[in-house]
C-alpha cells in the first residue's frame, strides 16, 4: 500500500529537511492542534520532501514524485486523558488532481468512507483524507472500537485549521454520473492500455445488468498529441491485436478494439481529450454515456463545442 509505505519510510526518518521551506500557515495547523484540549503534540515536526525519500532509494517513495509532492509533514500527538498515539502525516501535493491520484492509489469502494474534507476512508489501521492539494494519513496502533471515530474528529479539525481549499477538478467530473459505481473513480498520471505514451488517465467504473465497464477520460494536454498518440495506438492494435467492425453513433473521431483484458473496448478523440469505454456491452448505453461526456467536457470549456 502506497501511503502506509511511505508512512513506514518518514517514521524512520528524523530531522531531514527539503530544499524549500513550507509555509507558516500550514506548520501552524500542527500548532493550532496542539493548542486544542483534545490533542497534545508529541516530539517536534518532521519535514520531509520527495527527493529526502528517493535519495534512500527506498521502493515507493518515487510515488510521490509521480504525483508532484512537495512536501511531507509529520509529528505525533496523544489525547491525555485516553493515553492514544496518533501519528499523523500531512502531504502537501503540486496541485489538486495529483492530490487526489495519490489518495486513490489505494481506495477501493468496498472500504467505508466519511465525508471529510472532499473524501476520506478508513483502510485497516489509517483513516486517509483528500482536501484540496492536502492528503491527511493518520494512523494508530490503537484497536479499540472508538479509535475509528477519534481519527475521524481528528481529521476535521486538521482540515478546520488548513488554509480553505475549493474543490477543482473539472476533468474528474467530467465523468457521466449515471451507473457509476460510487468512490471507483480514480486518477493516474501515466500509462493506460499498457501504452506508455497515455498519460493524466482519469477513470470510473459502472455496472448495468449486463454487468462492469469502465469509462476513461485521458488528457492528451495538446490536439496534436491527442491525433499521435490515438492514430498511434490504432495501427499499434490493428497490427498486433484486433480492430473491429461494430458501428456506434459517435460523434467525434473513434475505434472499436478486442482489448486482451477488457475486451470490446471503444476509443474516441475530440481536441487533446481521448475518451471512451471498456469493456462495453450494451451500444445504446455506451452511445448514451460517452454523449454525456462529450457534453460535459464542452460545458466546462475542457474541448471546443462543435
Known amino acids: ?154 481529521a476535521k479539525d486538521c482540515i478546520k485549521y488548513l488554509p480553505k481549499q475549493k474543490q477543482s477538478t473539472p476533468i474528474l467530473h467530467s465523468l457521466p454520473s449515471k451507473n457509476k459505481v460510487k468512490y471507483s473513480d480514480k486518477f493516474y498520471k501515466k500509462r493506460w492500455l499498457d501504452q506508455d505514451y497515455f498519460q493524466n488517465i482519469y477513470y470510473a467504473d459502472y455496472y448495468i445488468k449486463e454487468g462492469f465497464s469502465r469509462i476513461f477520460i485521458m488528457d492528451n494536454l495538446t490536439t496534436s498529441a491527442a491525433d499521435r498518440n490515438f492514430w498511434n495506438y490504432y495501427n499499434f492494435i490493428k497490427n498486433y491485436g484486433s480492430i473491429l467492425s461494430d458501428s456506434l453513433n459517435i460523434e467525434t473521431d473513434y475505434f472499436v478494439i478486442d482489448e486482451p483484458l477488457w475486451g470490446k473496448t471503444i476509443l474516441a478523440k475530440k481536441n487533446q481529450i481521448i475518451y471512451g469505454i471498456m469493456d462495453y456491452k450494451n451500444i445504446k448505453w455506451t452511445e448514451d454515456r460517452l454523449h454525456d461526456l462529450l457534453e460535459e467536457l464542452k460545458k466546462r470549456k475542457i474541448v471546443k463545442q462543435g
Open 1 to 154: 500500500m502506497i501511503l502506509i509505505l511511505v508512512m513506514m519510510i518518514i517514521s524512520s526518518l528524523s530531522n531531514l529537511l527539503g530544499e524549500d521551506k513550507v509555509k507558516p500557515d500550514v506548520i501552524n495547523v500542527f500548532n493550532r492542534l496542539s493548542e486544542d484540549r483534545h490533542w497534545k503534540m508529541v516530539g517536534e515536526i518532521q519535514e520531509l520532501s520527495p527527493k529526502d525519500l528517493l535519495d534512500l532509494n527506498i521502493v515507493g517513495s518515487d510515488y510521490l514524485f509521480e504525483y508532484n509532492a512537495q512536501k511531507a509533514l509529520r509529528c505525533g500527538f496523544i489525547i491525555p486523558e485516553d493515553s492514544l498515539l496518533i501519528k499523523f502525516t500531512l502531504f502537501l501535493m503540486d496541485n489538486q488532481i495529483m492530490a487526489f491520484g495519490l489518495y486513490s492509489a489505494d481506495k477501493s469502494p468496498s472500504l467505508k468512507f466519511y465525508d471529510i474534507g472532499f473524501e476520506s476512508y478508513l483502510k485497516g489501521s489509517g483513516l486517509i483524507s483528500w482536501y484540496g492539494n492536502y492528503i491527511l494519513q493518520i494512523e494508530s496502533a490503537d484497536t479499540s472500537e472508538k479509535f475509528p471515530s477519534v481519527m475521524e474528529n481528528f
